[in-house]
């Protein structure tokens, strides 16, 4: 096999190994916010133990780059897609942490009063959610339009989260929730935020990947 058609096989099986990182720090996110509904206790503990997976799939991905950089030497584009994916694997794993934490707290609860709130909750989730599918997707079709309006769609969470913020004081207020429970919806929402917030990195380094330039690098 040509040399360049071996190489070009490699940075394939990044992509597929990352989609992979991608789609089980999603499907995580997912189950949480299921086992949060349902509570079901189970699930969160299941949850919290494939963590572990997340994690040894990005070591696997760390080494997989790292042998492509000192195997191939790549230049240019080559190079920024390899870089762009050891910065990309952080924030997965970062993702599949937030899926875990906000398992952990459901653990603490078996009821939820309040299913409208609940239902901005995890409807909160699947924006997020979407945004790191969109951001992957952006990686591997070298997608800069992509990636920008997904950066832009990091609006809607953050109003989700301002708007859920906002309705728990109001409970609290009106001494309609306890505040343990209060507490544990503002770090679940905050879980949510960062969730976006780490799709946004992703596609930033997707305009570094496809540019050469950085996204906070931007002239204004």
Known sequence: ????????????DLSSALIRMGTA????????????KTFDKALSKEIIE??????????DIETMCLKLILKQQPVAGDLRKISTAIKMITDIER?????????QISLYHDSFNFPEL?????SMAVAAKEMVADAIDAYVKGDLEL????????????????????????NIYKDKMDMDTVIDYLMIIKYLERVGDHAVNICEWVQFYVTGIHYNERII
């Open 147 to 170: 990636a920008l309006k997904t950066i832009d769609k990091d609006d809607v969470v953050d109003d989700y989260f301002l708007k859920i913020r906002g309705e728990l004081g109001s």
């Open 118 to 122: 609940q239902d901005k909750v995890l």
């Open 25 to 36: 720090a999603i499907d995580a996110v997912t189950r949480a916010m299921q086992a949060l």
């Open 95 to 103: 993702i599949g942490d937030a899926a875990s934490d906000i398992a």
């Open 50 to 59: 494939d963590d572990a997976y997340i994690n040894a799939m990005e070591r």
């Open 1 to 12: 096999m040509p040399p360049r058609k071996l190489y070009d096989d490699e940075l394939k």
